[in-house]
């Protein structure tokens, strides 16, 4: 089944870093949804790379293999450009460790069909697994996100399940640097929303199962959260006289 219509074309975009045990499972409900999928190979281990190369032999699969491991971020901006240099409108970030809920890939798409100009937000709802120091470790990301947007419209700035519409997106990373790593998800929506982009929000639900692996640095990527957030506070008072009009005019 083929889900372009018109000129939203969309595909799947999966940055890897040795997430071989999930992956296969992600990347199959993915294609039987209809979404050829991007697999960005962000330098993992020969065992994880054996399983990507396995994978991207399917028709609708596509890889981009990255010499270097740059970082969550820096995968997914590898991987917009390549899905559009394929052609593609739109992409659907999901991740390679099966956190994210694929029933909902429709709505998503349904959404972002609906509103293609849009990017396509997932607000997380979780089960009892998530870690607790993570889930109050958002509060935090909310409250500076606020600040920094001079708005209440991000609803949640971390979960990186969302539609790109890659003409934005590509034009955005182009122009600016951003985080890398795993500050680069509230970065890119805080950035976004500066140049006044339309946000959608659809509920997702997110699972931590008990033998995942994440590969997230408890306090490497905490400070870098933490400088992010302070470097986007100075981008935001710059701004603000503009953003402040924008709103009161
Ligand atoms: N942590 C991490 N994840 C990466 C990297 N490159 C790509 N990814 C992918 O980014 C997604 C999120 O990573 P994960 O470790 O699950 O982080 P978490 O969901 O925030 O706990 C997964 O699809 C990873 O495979 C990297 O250098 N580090
Ligand atoms: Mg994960």
Redesign the pocket.
């Known amino acids: 089944m083929n889900l372009a219509i018109g000129s939203h074309r969309p595909c799947a975009l ?4 040795n ?1 071989e045990h999930a992956l296969p499972a992600v990347v199959t409900a993915l294609l039987e949804a209809g979404l050829p999928c991007v697999l960005v190979d ?1 330098a993992s281990s020969p065992a994880c790379a054996a399983v990507i190369d396995q994978l991207a032999v399917a028709p609708d699969t596509y890889l981009l293999r990255l010499a270097e ?1 740059q ?2 971020g820096g ?1 997914v901006m590898a991987g917009l450009r390549e899905a559009q240099r394929l052609g593609f409108s739109h992409a659907l970030q999901v ?3 099966g ?1 994210h809920d694929l029933h909902a890939v429709q709505a998503f798409l349904d959404e972002s069909r609906a509103h293609p100009v849009a990017i396509v937000c997932g607000y997380p709802q979780y089960d009892a697994s998530v870690p607790k120091g993570r889930l109050y470790a958002r509060y935090l990301t909310h409250v500076w996100v606020w600040i920094n947007s001079l708005s209440l419209q991000i609803r949640d700035s971390m979960c ?1 399940f969302r539609v790109y519409p890659l003409a934005a997106s590509v034009a955005l990373i182009d122009s600016a640097t951003l985080g890398t790593r ?1 500050d680069f998800d509230s970065e890119i929506l805080v950035r976004l929303s500066w140049r006044q982009q339309p946000m959608r929000w659809l509920p997702t639900r997110v699972h931590y199962p008990a033998d995942g692996i ?3 640095r408890l306090w490497q990527d905490n400070v870098l959260i933490s400088k992010m957030h302070t470097r986007l506070f100075f981008g935001m008072l710059c701004r603000a006289p503009w953003l402040l009009y924008r709103r009161w005019r």
Do not use: E, L, R, T
């Open positions: 999966i940055p890897v870093y997430h962000d491991n970082g969550k995968a991740d390679a460790d956190q990186g795993m994440s590969h997230f």
